[in-house]
C-alpha cells in the first residue's frame, strides 16, 4: 500500500509524463514535417509550462493578420497629365449665360413678324400680278406658232386671231384648243407669254405612222387613226403602206394596224414597206429587205415592239419570218 507522499508525487508527475508525451508527438511531427514553422514549436513550448503549472493544457490562440490598408473614398485614379488639356487642367470652364426668359419672347416675335412680312409680300406681289393679267394695260396684241409641221402656220395664226384684245389673264388651253379643232394633226398646245402683250402657241402634233391610199390620193395617218395631210413622192415613201379589205365594219381592222403601228419605235417604222390585215388579229408587216413580222391581234402590243426590235438589231437572224403574235414563245422560220 502507496503512501501519501507517493500519491501526491505521482499525482504531480503524471501531467508531466502526459506533456512529454506531447511534446515528443509535437517533435515527431515537425520530424515528418520539415516546413513547419518556428512559432508553432514555441507556442508548444508555451503550451508545455502551463500545462506544468497548472496541470491543463490552454487552448492556443492565433492572432489574425493585419488588415490591408483600403484606398480612401475621395481617392481618384492617376490621369496622365499629358492627356488632359491645360485648359481644362487649370480652370473649369465657365457656365454659358442663360438666356432671359423675355429675350427668348421677343426673338420668337420678331421671328414671327419676318415670316408674316414674307408672306404677305409674295401674296401682294401674286395679286399684283393676277390683277394685272386680267387689266386692259395686259391684252393680247400679237400671237404667233411654233412647232407646227403638218399644218399650215399662218392658218394657224388666222384661227387664233379672235384672242387678240383679250386680257391674258382670261387665255386657256380649251379656249386655244376648240379654236384650232379643224386642223386634225394638232393633238395639243401649249401657251407662253412673250412679252406683257406677245402669246405664242406651241403646237403638239400626232405622231405620223402611216400612209393611207384615198381616192386616188395618199394621206398621211397619225397614231390616232386620222388622216392628217396630203402627200406625195418621196415624203410617202418614208412610211408604211396600210392596205385592208375594203369592206371594214367601222374601220376596225383599219384602226388596229394602225394600233399596232404606233407601238413600234421610230427606227422600226423607217424600215417598214407596208402594214396588211385581213381581220383584226391577223396584222403583218413587210419590211423593205424583203422579211415579214407577223404581229398577231393588239394585245401585248409594248411586248411585240420590244421583241421586233431586237430581232431587227440581231445581225445573224436571216430568217424570213419573225412571229411574235404569241410573244411568250416568238419563233423564226423561213417559210
Not at 409680300?121 to 406658232?145: H, N, T
Not at 399644218?151 to 391674258?168: Q, R, Y
Amino acid at each position: 500500500m502507496k503512501s501519501d507522499d507517493e500519491l501526491e508525487f505521482s499525482a504531480v508527475a503524471r501531467p508531466k509524463e502526459t506533456g512529454s508525451a506531447e511534446q515528443d508527438s509535437a517533435k515527431q511531427d515537425s520530424a515528418e514535417q520539415p516546413g513547419a514553422r518556428q512559432d508553432s514549436t514555441e507556442q508548444e513550448s508555451t503550451a508545455q509550462d502551463s500545462t506544468a503549472a497548472d496541470g491543463v493544457a490552454p487552448v492556443s490562440q492565433f492572432e489574425p493578420p493585419p488588415p490591408e490598408p483600403q484606398p480612401e473614398a475621395d481617392s481618384q485614379p492617376d490621369v496622365d497629365s499629358e492627356l488632359v488639356p491645360e485648359s481644362q487642367s487649370e480652370a473649369p470652364l465657365p457656365a454659358p449665360t442663360p438666356i432671359r426668359p423675355h429675350k427668348k419672347d421677343q426673338a420668337r416675335k420678331r421671328k414671327k413678324w419676318r415670316r408674316m412680312a414674307g408672306v404677305g409680300a409674295c401674296l401682294l406681289f401674286v395679286g399684283g400680278m393676277v390683277a394685272l393679267s386680267f387689266s386692259p394695260l395686259a391684252k393680247v396684241e400679237k400671237v404667233s406658232v411654233s412647232g407646227s409641221k403638218l399644218a399650215d402656220s399662218a392658218k394657224i395664226v388666222e384661227a387664233l386671231k379672235p384672242l387678240e384684245g383679250k386680257p391674258v389673264g382670261s387665255l386657256n388651253n380649251r379656249e386655244i384648243t376648240g379654236l384650232l379643232k379643224k386642223f386634225p394633226a394638232i393633238q395639243d398646245v401649249r401657251i407662253q407669254l412673250d412679252g406683257p402683250h406677245d402669246l405664242r402657241v406651241e403646237v403638239v402634233e400626232h405622231r405620223q405612222v402611216a400612209v393611207m391610199e384615198r381616192d386616188g390620193k395618199k394621206m398621211i395617218v397619225g397614231d390616232n387613226g386620222v388622216a392628217l395631210k396630203e402627200v406625195s413622192g418621196d415624203e410617202a415613201d418614208k412610211l408604211p403602206l396600210v392596205r385592208v379589205p375594203e369592206k371594214d365594219p367601222g374601220h376596225q381592222i383599219f384602226d388596229g394596224v394602225v394600233q399596232a403601228l404606233a407601238e413600234l419605235p421610230g427606227g422600226v417604222l423607217a424600215t417598214l414597206k407596208q402594214a396588211e390585215a385581213k381581220s383584226v388579229d391577223t396584222v403583218t408587216f413587210k419590211l423593205r429587205d424583203g422579211r415579214k413580222i407577223v404581229w398577231g391581234g393588239p394585245e401585248d402590243g409594248p411586248m411585240k415592239a420590244a421583241l421586233v426590235e431586237t430581232f431587227l438589231n440581231q445581225k445573224d437572224v436571216k430568217d424570213k419570218v419573225i412571229d411574235v403574235s404569241t410573244p411568250q414563245r416568238p419563233v423564226t422560220s423561213n417559210e
